[in-house]
């Protein structure tokens, strides 16, 4: 007698192909994208940089919700929600530009990527996805792949870059808390657009406060190639890539997506090798191999019993 079918939890549909490919896009693009960033760092300091990109992609997300008709401002019970999940999103970047201030930068990218296990656990306590024993241990064989990647652990570690790395650490939590929020709330049943759009809009003022707070100002009118960069972040990455990122979170599983952004930091790796020429170590090549088994644990299917 064959065992009963297993009900999939709503919004924890088994990732497709189609979602691969887009979870593999947006991975391509955040990795280059910690680059831009550092390329943009030396005339538009780091909270400045947050700001201007979080209100380019606000202009980006009403634009396309004008297009295809979405009501931004329909009542739909999702304002408390929202607000709290746009709270989240901002302080995330404070912590994570903070942090950096502490901490190198390799170490900021692993210990940003321990995101998906605070998603895993978060889906499994609030929206009744579990994971199982091999998918735990690849979540676990992919971080690996990433720490190994970046060198960690480091020399010369005190307790001042403890410091940043706990800031970076808890950014990773509140990304995870986003991801989240979204999944268990009323989010769930917005447009993507107006998801993202409460986060976007309400981090224009936090990080604008904590760029003053900060003292940070730009002395000229930034080159070219820095406004080309500040575009592509905020029209693609924020204003584009987010929004599908929240259309793939609404129906896929939060666990199993979160586990490909351990692919990232390894594109920034070599990124920085091709752009930055940054070395490049036969450690890299084992850790992709790392990272792509551990994957492949974590969207292995369940054997089904007979």
């Not at 009900?7 to 947006?26: D, E, S």
């Not at 009744?128 to 690849?138: C, K, N, P, S, T």
């Not at 107006?194 to 904590?210: D, E, H, N």
């Not at 351990?262 to 752009?275: E, H, M, N, Q, R």
Request: aromatic letters at 10%.
């Amino acid at each position: 007698m064959s065992a009963p079918p297993r009900t999939i939890p709503p919004g924890a549909r088994p990732l497709t192909l189609g979602a691969i490919a887009l979870m593999l896009m947006l991975c391509l693009t955040w990795g280059f994208n910690q680059i831009a960033i550092k390329m943009v760092l030396p005339e538009i300091p780091p909270y400045l940089q947050a700001m201007l990109r979080s209100a380019g992609a606000l202009a980006v997300i009403l634009t396309i919700a004008a297009i295809r008709g979405t009501k931004l401002f329909a009542r739909d019970g999702s304002l408390k929600a929202g607000l709290f999940c746009g709270v989240l999103f901002g302080v995330e970047f404070v912590l994570i530009y903070h942090g950096l201030q502490f901490t190198s930068a390799s170490r900021a990218s692993v210990f940003l990527y321990t995101a998906p296990f605070f998603v895993a656990a978060g889906s499994y306590q609030f929206l009744g996805e579990r994971l199982r024993a091999v998918q735990w241990i690849g979540l676990a064989v992919s971080f690996a792949g990433v720490a190994f990647a970046i060198g960690v652990p480091q020399p010369d570690v005190d307790a001042r870059v403890l410091l940043g790395d706990l800031m970076v650490v808890a950014g990773a939590m509140l990304w995870a808390a986003t991801t989240l929020c979204v999944k268990a709330t009323a989010l769930i049943r917005c447009p993507p657009e107006k998801a993202l759009g409460y986060q976007v809009a309400m981090s224009i003022p936090i990080l604008g406060l904590a760029a003053w707070f900060a003292g940070e100002t730009i002395p000229h009118v930034p080159g070219a190639l820095t406004l080309s960069l500040m575009a592509w972040q905020a029209i693609w990455v924020v204003g584009m890539t987010f929004l599908i990122w929240f259309s793939l979170v609404k129906v896929h599983s939060a666990s199993k997506l979160s586990a490909f952004t351990f692919i990232t930091p390894l594109i920034g790796v070599a990124g920085g090798y091709l752009i930055m020429h940054d070395p490049l170590t036969p450690a890299f090549g084992v850790a992709a191999m790392l990272v792509i088994a551990g994957l492949y644990l974590v969207n292995k299917p369940a054997a089904v019993v007979g």
